[in-house]
Every structure is written in C-alpha cells, then in structure tokens.
C-alpha cells in the first residue's frame, strides 16, 4: 500500500478507536442497531429496499447486541429509586460479580418529548468527570426500549433519609454543606450548571463521603458562563428565582443558581423544613420571589450568627450572591471555620455518619419503592420510517474497554 493510502488509513482507524468521536466504532456499531430498529416494521417492510436490508442486517444487529454489554449481563437485586422516566436498580454484573446501580430510562418517554436530551449531559459528567464528588459512569447501552447507565452504587444512600434519620447539629451541616461546595465546584469547571441541587441528588458512599448523583437538568454553560434556558427545572423549593424566572422566556443566569439552592439545603439540615415551603406551588414560588420578605428563622431553633449569615448570602439575588466572583469567598466563609475539617483535607477526614453495612448489596439506606405498574407502553407501529432510535445511536460508552484500541488480541480475551 502506497503512503498516501497508508496515511488516509490511519486516519480513519484512529478515529475509530477515538472514544470522543462519533466516528468510533460503537457508534458505528449503534448505528446498525438502530437502524435494523428502526427497520424492522412489517409496515415498513413492504418497500423492497427496507426488507431486503432488514432481512440481511437483523441477524447481525442481534449477534453485535448478544456479543456487546447488554441488560442480560446483570442479575437484578432490588429497585433502589425512580424517576421521571425510569427508575434505577441494584444489579450485580454477573461475570464479576461486582454491584452497580443501574438507571434505567424509557426511550418511549423521550421520543415523545422534543427535550429530552438530558440524558447526554449526564452521560458525558458521569463518565469524564473521573472525580471523588461525582457518581461515575461504568458502562453505558442500550436495547429497543431503554437505555441504561451502569453506575457507582451508593450504599449510604441520600442525604433526604439522613435528614429524617438526624437531628444534624451545625457541626455535620459544616461537613456536608463543604462536601456539597466541592461537588458543584466540579460540575462547574466542567462547563456546566446543575441547575437541580437538592438532598435527593447527594448520595453517600460506604464512607458516609458525599456524591452528586442525578444530572439530567445539567446544562452546558456559554463562554460567557451563562445559560439560556426557558424550561423552568428543579424542584420547587431548591429553585433560584432567576431559573424560576426562565420559565417561559429566554433568561441568562449562571452557576450562581446552584449556590442558591445550597443555601435551601444549608437551610433544610438546620430548621428541618425548606424555607420558602407553602403547601402550593404557586405558594412556594411566590414566597421565592419574594424571598427579601419570606426568609425567616423560627425562634426556637438554636442557630449560629454565621450559619444565618451564610444562609442570607446564598438566599440573596443573584447580583449579590456569594459565589459570584467563585468558590473562594465560599470558602472564606465564617461559617466554615472549625477545628476538625477543611476544604483540602475533608475527603480524607471520617464523615459524621458512616454507614454501617453488611454486605456489598445491602440496601438497608434506600426505602422499599413500589413498581408504579402502569402497563409498559409499547411504541405505536411506525406508519413510514420514524428514526426512531437515531437520536440514541452513540450512548453506547465501556469506561474500562475501547474495541480495536490492542494492537494485538487480548491474551485472556
Ligand atoms: C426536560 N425533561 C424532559 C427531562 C429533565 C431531566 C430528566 N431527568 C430524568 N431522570 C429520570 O427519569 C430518573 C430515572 C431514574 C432515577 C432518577 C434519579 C432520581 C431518583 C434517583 N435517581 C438517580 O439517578 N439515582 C441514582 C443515581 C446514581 C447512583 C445511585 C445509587 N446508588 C442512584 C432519575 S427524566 C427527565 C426529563
């Protein structure tokens, strides 16, 4: 082979075996699944091109389904949460016997809805973050109805039943309010905003060490450091006024928005309650907006001057916020200042809860959900060729393997 043809060669193998490129070879491999999906429809296959091409490639799209990571590689063992559009499960992988939390989410769900690309945010944190403070992503695929992402198991489970479970005295709330700041500090020097930080996002490992664990509302920031966004996210009672405010019309805000809802949780572990909670939406909004008036501390509640100081700083508009100019007048904080933690040493410290758990499948932290068994909905048979299954194709990611990256075969493969 000449060169040039050498050169070109290269080219394009590398970038088959580049994880970052939609030119690597799962997707290319996604590709063929998708497209068989997306083929294998009677309706569809009375056009002879579709039938001749589903009748060649749907053996192989099966063997590449078989061959690759797939939901059958996984024992089932308990549904340890849910969420919008799918739930997550404890699974042990069963040719290394290894437990992993698995988030299963519906395709059905988000084809019928224009913004659900949320799931591409939090694959790529997950699975690049390579950071103690977020939950990582082991393995990522994908069937004709689901996708799923199998992740870090959190045994500590969230801090909301920590929250039940304690009185947190000021002490704690210094350790886990620290732990929060460093998480959300690396989401945002990956580019993004969390935009939903709440108790049931921070999850605890064996060590009773926080992570950040659900980023389906994470955005990408501009150069600028802004967002624009018009879907209101969040949960009501952590929502900064400012994405409150988007609701509807395109409105900038920044990673600010996250130290707000710090300032709700800080809130929370120390009243017990959220600040601003009406028993209505519109209740709770309207207390938001008007959050100079609605703030408040009961009486009753022993609380610190910086404690209060600190909640203020965060419960403030966002042009006055602290956290604006970064984490460093964060970190300066009065409320921060004890002789047991630091910011650089936390991580190695011993938390104030440490799990205490018998097994590497105990899920004595996560409460018994209930399958809402609502009949699985089934797609409806495509009337011409829906494409449905290409906004998916390239969510296939194997964190510790990249096929074709040995130059020779595996010794043990
Ligand atoms: C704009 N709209 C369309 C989109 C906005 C963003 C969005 N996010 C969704 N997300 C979901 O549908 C979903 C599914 C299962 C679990 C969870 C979380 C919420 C409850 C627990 N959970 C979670 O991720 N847990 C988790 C994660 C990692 C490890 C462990 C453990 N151990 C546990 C979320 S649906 C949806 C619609």
């Not at 939609?22 to 002879?48: E, Y």
């Not at 992988?93 to 799931?119: G, I, N, T, W």
């Not at 879907?231 to 929502?239: E, H, K, R, S």
């Not at 203020?312 to 042009?319: G, I, K, N």
Request: charged residues 25%.
């Amino acid at each position: 082979m000449d060169v040039e043809r050498r050169r070109r060669a290269n080219t394009l193998e590398r970038e088959m075996r580049d994880p970052t490129s939609i030119c690597n070879v799962d997707c290319l491999l996604d590709t063929v699944s998708a497209l068989v999906s997306d083929c294998d429809h009677d309706t569809l296959k009375r056009l002879k091109n579709i039938e001749q091409y589903a009748a060649k490639y749907k053996p192989l799209a099966q063997r590449i389904n078989q061959l690759r990571m797939n939901v059958e590689d996984f024992d089932f063992i308990k549904l340890i949460g849910a969420g919008a559009f799918g739930e997550v499960q404890l699974v042990r992988h069963k040719s290394s016997s290894q437990v992993y939390a698995m988030k299963r989410l519906s395709k059905f769900e988000m084809m019928k809805r224009p913004d659900s690309a949320f799931f591409w945010e939090e694959r790529h944190i997950m699975a690049h973050a390579n950071s103690e403070w977020i939950v990582q992503l082991h393995f990522a695929f994908q069937d004709s109805k689901y996708l799923y992402m199998v992740m870090d198991f959190m045994p500590g489970g969230d801090i909301v039943s920590l929250m039940g479970d304690y009185d947190i005295p000021e002490k704690w709330a210094i350790f886990y309010t620290m732990e929060v700041v460093l998480a959300l500090d690396t989401i945002h020097n990956m580019g993004f905003v969390h935009r939903d930080v709440k108790p049931d996002n921070m999850l605890h490992d064996n060590y009773g060490h926080l992570k950040l664990a659900d980023f389906g509302t994470c955005m990408r920031m501009g150069a600028n450091g802004q967002v624009v966004s018009s879907n209101a996210v969040g949960t009501p009672d952590y929502i900064s006024p400012e994405v409150l405010q988007s609701q509807g019309v395109d409105n900038e805000y920044g990673r600010e928005c996250d130290w707000w809802s710090v300032g709700i949780f800080l809130y929370e572990m120390l009243f017990g309650e959220t600040p601003f909670y009406a028993d209505s939406l519109v209740g709770t909004y309207g207390k938001i907006m008007d959050h100079k008036n609605s703030l408040s501390f009961p009486q009753e509640v022993e609380i610190s001057e910086q404690a209060k100081a600190l909640i203020r700083a965060f419960l403030t508009d966002r042009t006055q916020r602290l956290g604006r100019y970064g984490i460093d007048d964060i970190k300066a904080h009065p409320f921060f200042r004890n002789d047991t933690w630091s910011f650089d040493n936390i991580r190695e410290s011993v938390p104030p809860v440490v799990p205490e758990l018998t097994s590497d499948d105990d899920t004595r932290n996560f409460e018994d959900i209930e399958r809402d068994e609502k009949p699985e909905e089934v797609f409806p048979v495509p009337k011409g060729f829906d494409g449905n299954h290409l906004p998916f194709i390239g969510f296939t990611y194997t964190g510790d393997y990249q096929l074709l990256s040995s130059d020779t075969v595996d010794a043990e493969a």
